[in-house]
C-alpha cells in the first residue's frame, strides 16, 4: 500500500520486502482531509506530516502533535509522507507514534470486510509490528482535543540533528495538572508512563523509569539509553507544564 | 514486471509522453528517459536530498517517488534554472561569488531547494530560517556557511529590488522573572 512511500520505498529498495503488487492510493479522493469532527482533530490517511505544522487547529487545540512532527524527517519527506503512514510503519523512533499514544488517538481502519476502529494504545505491537491486519489499512487517525490550554513539549537525542532518535520524551500538561508522557526506544513500543506523581514530586521520574527495557541497537546502547531517559523525561514535563502555565486562560 | 504504462509529465514548462515501467523512480525517469542528468542521485534511499527536484513547486526526494507518481504535474530540475542562452539565474550566480560549491554534487539540489525557500520567503536573510529550509540536504564539502551565504546574498537583493522591508524579530529578552 503506497501513500507517501518514504518509508516503504526505501524498504523495497533495500528488497526488504517484494510485494507482487503495490496499490498507490493517493488517488482516492476524501482521504485527504485535516479537519475538526464533532471536537476531534480528523486526519485522513493522506495528509501529510508537513500538514500537522502548518494547519492553525494544530497549533491550536494539539500542540503536541505540533512539536512532534517538528522533529520527523526533513521539509522534503514531510511534505510527501503521512501520518497514517508513519503510524503503520511504527519504526521504534518515530514521533508520531508517541504523540498519538500521549493524545490518546484512534485508528479508523479499512478493508474488505469491514471497518474497526482501534486505540492508538493498543495498536503497537513491537519495533515495525502493529495489530493491522492482511488488507487493512488506516483510512485516518482521530485525535480527542486536549483540555483547552494545555502545553506539550517533546524532547530527543539523536547523533545529528533530525536523525533517527535515540531518545525521545513527548509530554503534555493540561492546567488542571493531568500529564501524559510517552518515551521512545526505552521499549519495544511507545512506553507511556503514569506522571500523575511526578508532576508534585521531583525525584520521582527517576523511580517511574527505574524498570525500563531499553532497546539496545546500533543507534545506541541500552545503558545510554536507560541514564538519557530521564533527563529528557524531566525537561519534556517541565517544559510542558511551564506552557500550561501561559496558555491557561487568566 | 516490465509492463510499461504511459505517463505525462511536465517538466521544466515542457509537457513529455513515455511509457514508462511503474517501478521506475522519479529521479530515473529524469535522468534515464529525459536525459536531464542534472538531477544527482547518491544514497537513492532518501536520506542525502542530492536528488531533490521541485514537484508543483516544492523540493521532494525524487528517488523516492515514482515517475507515474508525478503523472499530470509539474516537475523543475536544475535545468529550468540557467536562461536559453545558459546564462545562470541569480542563485546559481552568488553561489559561485560566495564559493558555495567545491564538488559541486550537492548543488543542483541546494539550488532547488534554496529556489522553493526564496520563493516562499523572499527577503528572508535569516541564517537560522535558511538553514533550517537546507537541512535535508547534504553536502560533504562546503562546511554549508557559503551556501547559506549566497542564499543570504539572494535574499537581500530580492528586498533591495522589492524594497521588501521584512520585521525583525525582536531582541529576546532575559525573563526578570526569578520565581
Ligand atoms: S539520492 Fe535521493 S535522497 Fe539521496
Ligand atoms: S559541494 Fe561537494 S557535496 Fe556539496
Redesign the pocket.
Known amino acids: 500500500m503506497l501513500a507517501g512511500g518514504q518509508s516503504l520505498v526505501q524498504l523495497l529498495k533495500f528488497r526488504r520486502c517484494r510485494p507482487s503488487a503495490l496499490v498507490d492510493i493517493n488517488g482516492i479522493p476524501g482521504l485527504d482531509a485535516i479537519e475538526r469532527r464533532d471536537g476531534e482533530l480528523h486526519v485522513g490517511a493522506l495528509v501529510r506530516q508537513q500538514a500537522l505544522l502548518d494547519d492553525p487547529q494544530v497549533a491550536e487545540s494539539w500542540p503536541l502533535l505540533r512539536e512532534a512532527a517538528g522533529f520527523v524527517g526533513y521539509p522534503e519527506t514531510r511534505r510527501r509522507g503521512t501520518l497514517a503512514g508513519s503510524l503503520a510503519f511504527a519504526a521504534p523512533w518515530a514521533e508520531l507514534t508517541a504523540a498519538a499514544v500521549a493524545l490518546d488517538a484512534q485508528l479508523d481502519i479499512c478493508s474488505a470486510a469491514g471497518q474497526r476502529s482501534l486505540a492508538a494504545r493498543e495498536f503497537f505491537r513491537g519495533p515495525g509490528e502493529t495489530a493491522l491486519g492482511d488488507g487493512e489499512l488506516i483510512v485516518a487517525v482521530r485525535f480527542p482535543a486536549p483540555a483547552p490550554g494545555t502545553g506539550a513539549a517533546f524532547h530527543e537525542v539523536s547523533v545529528r540533528h533530525r536523525d533517527y532518535a535515540q531518545v525521545a520524551a513527548a509530554a503534555q500538561v493540561s492546567p488542571d495538572g493531568h500529564g501524559e508522557l510517552v518515551l521512545l526506544c526505552v521499549a519495544p513500543t511507545p512506553h507511556r508512563v503514569d506522571v500523575s506523581e511526578a508532576l508534585t514530586r521531583d525525584d520521582a521520574i527517576a523511580d517511574l523509569l527505574g524498570r525500563l527495557d531499553p532497546l539496545d541497537d546500533v543507534e545506541a546502547s541500552a545503558s545510554y539509553r536507560q541514564r538519557v531517559a530521564p533527563v529528557l523525561a524531566r525537561r519534556a514535563l517541565r517544559d510542558a507544564a511551564e506552557r500550561a502555565h501561559r496558555r491557561a486562560p487568566a | 514486471m516490465s509492463q510499461r504504462v504511459p505517463v505525462h509529465v511536465e517538466v521544466n514548462g515542457r509537457g513529455y509522453d513515455r511509457e514508462v515501467e511503474p517501478r521506475r523512480t522519479l529521479a530515473d525517469f529524469l535522468r534515464e528517459d529525459l536525459g536531464l542528468k542534472g538531477t544527482h542521485v547518491a544514497c537513492e534511499h532518501g536520506f542525502c536530498g542530492n536528488c531533490n527536484v521541485l514537484l508543483d513547486g516544492a523540493a521532494i526526494r525524487s528517488c523516492l517517488m515514482f515517475a507515474v507518481q508525478a503523472g499530470g504535474r509539474s516537475v523543475e530540475t536544475v535545468e529550468s534554472l540557467a536562461g536559453s542562452d545558459g546564462e545562470l539565474d541569480e542563485l546559481q550566480l552568488a553561489f559561485t561569488e560566495h564559493h558555495a560549491?567545491?564538488?559541486?554534487?550537492?548543488?543542483p539540489a541546494m539550488l532547488l531547494t534554496a529556489k522553493q525557500f526564496l520563493r516562499e520567503n523572499p527577503g528572508v536573510t535569516d541564517a537560522r530560517r535558511i538553514r533550517e529550509a537546507i537541512n535535508g540536504v547534504i553536502?560533504?564539502?562546503?562546511g554549508y556557511q557559503q551556501i547559506v551565504a549566497a542564499i543570504a546574498a539572494v535574499a537581500q537583493a530580492q528586498q533591495t529590488a522589492h524594497s521588501i522591508r521584512i520585521e525583525t524579530a525582536p531582541p529576546v529578552r532575559v525573563a526578570q522573572d526569578t520565581r
Do not use: V
Not at chain 2, 101 to 107: I, P
Open positions: 560549491l567545491q564538488c559541486g554534487f550537492c548543488t553536502c560533504r564539502c562546503t
